[in-house]
């Protein structure tokens, strides 16, 4: 049985602290992406920042396996990588679409977000790729209010998806977030609408569609991190958190 913590006011002001934080580093790093430039590199300006503002990288150390914990303070996913992809000596190429995501946890709360961004000028199957995959993760934000079922969510950002003629990834979900990076609920990004949890204000969740251009199947690189697409065709990845109220829902990690 799921066990979802309500937010108090005072627990959504810290995490709205973490989420401006993660906003930040997502238009730092953003405006760094281009040709020429390694991931290792987009990985120290995040983690430098994120210490700046006296928050700690959430991402960094963690993972169920003691033996291969995540190394950095980003996911940066390039192309066929969906999530989880190792910064390092990687040099980012004209054409290429790159996935950031950044955690921040800061007084004990967590913020989470995630922002894919084009390399120089892409192709226009990759741009759609990017409007589309971000179009649907509003389309489930709009569903994300008391009242609704958690899986509104869901079938709103499949419906986006689907109809563009994209695969949504089945095998990785978002979730609930709060005093830990991973929370109850899961929220998927495919279902039928009614069903699932009642939402309730106060619940804190991590939207975040994962859209390939072909197939919805997904493998993992012996790393035991790396998530590619099966095809080798280009994913995309936005994601918010956000708060759920009686109103629109709002969002911790806005950026801009």
Not at 150 to 164: F, G, M, N, R, Y
């Amino acid at each position: 049985m799921s066990r979802v913590i309500l937010k108090s006011a005072g627990e959504i002001a810290l995490m709205r602290e973490s989420g401006r934080i993660v906003a930040e580093v997502l238009t730092l790093v953003g405006a760094q992406v281009r040709a020429g430039v390694t991931t290792q590199e987009l990985d120290a300006l995040a983690e430098d920042f994120i210490r700046s503002q006296g928050g700690v990288p959430a991402f960094k150390g963690y993972g169920p396996d003691r033996r291969n914990r995540f190394p950095a303070t980003l996911c940066v996913s390039v192309d066929d990588v969906v999530v989880h992809g190792i910064p390092g000596k990687q040099v980012l190429e004209e054409g290429q679409i790159v996935a950031v995501d950044v955690g921040v946890k800061k007084e004990g709360y967590f913020g989470d977000a995630a922002r894919t961004f084009p390399v120089g000028k892409i192709s226009d199957e990759k741009r759609r790729l990017l409007q589309v995959t971000e179009e649907s993760l509003h389309a489930g934000i709009r569903q994300a209010r008391a009242g609704n079922h958690l899986h509104d969510i869901s079938a709103a950002v499949q419906k986006v998806a689907e109809a563009a003629g994209y695969g949504v990834v089945r095998d990785l979900v978002g979730h609930g977030v709060g005093r830990n990076l991973h929370e109850d609920p899961a929220v998927p990004n495919f279902g039928t609408a009614g069903t699932g949890m009642v939402l309730k204000a106060g619940m804190t969740l991590a939207i975040e569609p994962m859209v390939n251009a072909g197939t919805y199947v997904v493998q993992m690189d012996d790393d035991g991190w790396t998530v590619r697409t099966a095809d080798g065709r280009p994913s995309a990845h936005f994601e918010h958190t956000v708060v759920i109220t009686n109103e629109e829902a709002e969002i911790l990690t806005r950026h801009g």
